[in-house]
């Protein structure tokens, strides 16, 4: 009786003109497949009980079969393929339930995104709210792959990335390509010797760049690491971004003595240097505190690009990278630079603390960004998930095996033994001369114009000193000062000189036996100027020489 009347009932409602009845809220199907046609809809429940699509029956036209099933997903989260086969169409919305893991504390709601096929680019879901305790729910207007990834489990996975990449920094040498020197075999020909410490700590070569010495090297350790260089040695290039820039001027220490620079270089990044003068140089490679502090952003801010990376959000990642500049954050870390650390536990724990400060002042960045459409879904989430990092980093670091390679590594380059012979001596030019010792040292004269206020029959000679070191051609004579007197006063210029301190004058022989040539270079990038240059026309006799018979040093 009680079957009758059920077929009687459902034969009425086939019947009647008003719209046909939804599925209850409570259904729940075992089936991860259900039929809909139109004004009749449906609901389906994931195999894994996570997920259920409900689609009421007036978003719904034509018949088919809704259908839910298991997809492959990005590496820690969960996805399923939603399915509207045959004939039917969604003119509505559906509703997506997510079943609620156990929740940490104030995790956010989850990031849920789309794509619409397998492979596709994930979309970013904006209408995501807790129904309940139990649930999560959005709404949509189409099917395709859906996505959930609980913060947590996003923290976790930020967490085991930085735990490796702190390891692998921690227990190999080796980051970064050895570098390629041209003229290595010139350069020792030219007398030069170089000797460093043994190990993979760094990579370099000694070679020449447009004929003068020059030492590239790469730091092969995995996190980064101070040069303090000697005076003899000039900084002409690092691998340094802007950002590396800025922090490194920020953290490095002063030098372990007054003459001597200072320059902080990070994992895997090279530093070039000219080499200069006749006394032996030297520069020493070594991580200290303010190397550490370098480090500590390093490694987090490549986290928050791992981070933003697996959320969909990596275009962000230079607005929060330019955003750090002129954080307040970064001054209160900087005094940190001054730690003394004499343990490699004092070692592991600055490290923990420099580590939790820089996420702490990425997250700053991430809110001064200004990150536009994403504001208002994902940074409130990737704060909370670069809160539980900053609070995690000590523990991280403390659990790495490995301790940090205190140990310095020393390159040490000798010059060739003094000025070759054919160059030392005195060298004329009309109204001037050079006299070069073989101290490497060397001083010029030459008539130039007086300044004003002088007597109109004043003299004026500019005096002009260098130090001296051989090149592939010749010599090259660095400027070591310029000034002019009268009478045995010092005066003023009457113009800018031509030449000033770190200009410098290439010297070779040419075909005629006592003629010298010359060419001064304001800077490693000028063309070189010949012609009167103020200390050749560009000539230079040899005194007592026959070049002087050529008119080509005037009279």
């Known amino acids: 009786m009680l079957a009758f009347a059920l077929v009687i009932a459902l034969a009425l409602a086939a019947c009647s003109s008003g719209p046909a009845a939804e599925p209850e809220r ?88 789309w794509a619409s096929h ?10 995501v709210e807790f129904e309940d305790e139990d649930t999560v729910v959005v709404t949509t207007t189409h099917f395709s792959i859906w996505v959930v990834d609980w913060w947590n489990d ?53 070679g020449l760049t447009n004929g003068q010495p020059a030492l590239k090297t790469v730091n092969a350790r995995g996190y980064g690491i101070t040069a303090e260089f000697t005076p003899g ?20 220490s002063p030098p372990s003595r007054a003459v001597n620079k200072v320059e902080l270089i990070g994992s895997g990044d ?18 200290d505190p303010g190397a550490y502090l370098l480090s500590a952003f390093s490694f987090a801010l490549d986290t928050v690009a791992f981070l933003m990376d ?29 730690t003394e650390l004499t343990s490699p536990a004092d070692t592991k724990k600055f490290f923990g603390d420099a580590l939790s400060g820089a996420f702490s002042c990425a997250g700053e960045a991430v809110g001064e960004a200004g990150l536009g459409v994403i504001n208002t879904v994902l940074v409130q989430p990737i704060l909370w998930v670069i809160s539980g990092l900053a609070t995690a980093a000590n523990g991280i670091v403390a659990a790495v095996e490995t301790a940090f390679d205190s140990d310095g590594y020393q390159i040490r380059i000798s010059p060739p033994q003094g000025v070759p012979a054919e160059f030392l001596g005195e060298w004329s030019v009309h109204g001037g001369g050079l006299t070069i010792h073989d101290d490497g040292t060397a001083e010029s004269f030459g008539g130039t114009t007086c300044p004003d206020g002088l007597p109109y029959t004043a003299w ?15 010599i090259k004579l660095t400027v070591t000062r310029v000034w002019v007197e009268s009478d045995g006063v010092e ?47 560009p000539y230079l006799c040899r005194a007592g020489s026959n070049a002087g018979s050529t008119g080509r040093c005037g009279a």
Request: charged share 20%; net charge negative; hydrophobic share 35%.
């Open 26 to 113: 409570d259904v729940s199907p075992v089936e991860q497949e259900a039929e809909v046609s139109t004004g009749r809809g449906g609901e389906v429940v994931s195999e894994d009980g996570k997920l259920r699509v409900t689609v009421p029956g007036h978003a719904v036209e034509g018949e088919g079969t809704l259908a839910v099933a298991p997809a492959a997903a990005p590496d820690g989260a969960s996805a399923w393929s939603i399915v509207l086969a045959g004939d039917a169409k969604l003119t509505g919305e559906a509703t997506l339930r997510f079943s609620v893991p156990d929740l940490q504390g104030d995790e956010p709601a989850p990031l849920i995104r």
């Open 118 to 127: 397998a492979g596709g680019k994930y979309r970013t879901a904006k209408n």
């Open 154 to 206: 996003v923290l976790d996975s930020a967490k085991r990335w930085l735990a490796d990449r702190l390891d692998r920094a921690l227990s190999q040498a080796g980051e970064g390509k050895h570098p390629q020197c041209e003229g290595e075999d010139s350069v020792r020909g030219l007398g030069y010797q170089i000797s460093s410490d043994s190990g993979r700590r760094i990579y370099w070569c000694l």
């Open 233 to 252: 040695l000039g900084v002409t290039g690092t691998s340094r971004d802007d950002l590396e820039g800025m922090l490194a001027n920020l953290f490095k």
């Open 270 to 287: 090279w530093i070039s240097f000219s080499v200069e003068g006749a006394t032996e140089t030297a520069v020493r490679f070594a991580p």
């Open 310 to 338: 697996k959320v969909g959000a990596r275009g962000a990642l230079n607005k929060v990278r330019q955003s750090l500049d002129g954080l307040s954050c970064l001054q209160a870390m900087s005094s940190m630079a001054s």
């Open 460 to 474: 004026c000679t500019q005096f002009m000193t260098f130090n001296v070191t051989p090149t592939a051609d010749g």
């Open 491 to 537: 005066v003023g210029f009457a113009y800018p000189p031509q030449a000033s301190t770190g200009s410098y004058y290439l010297m070779w022989l040419t075909d005629i036996d006592g003629l010298a040539e010359t060419e001064l270079h304001n800077d490693d990038s000028s063309e070189g100027i010949s012609g009167g240059n103020s200390l050749g026309n």
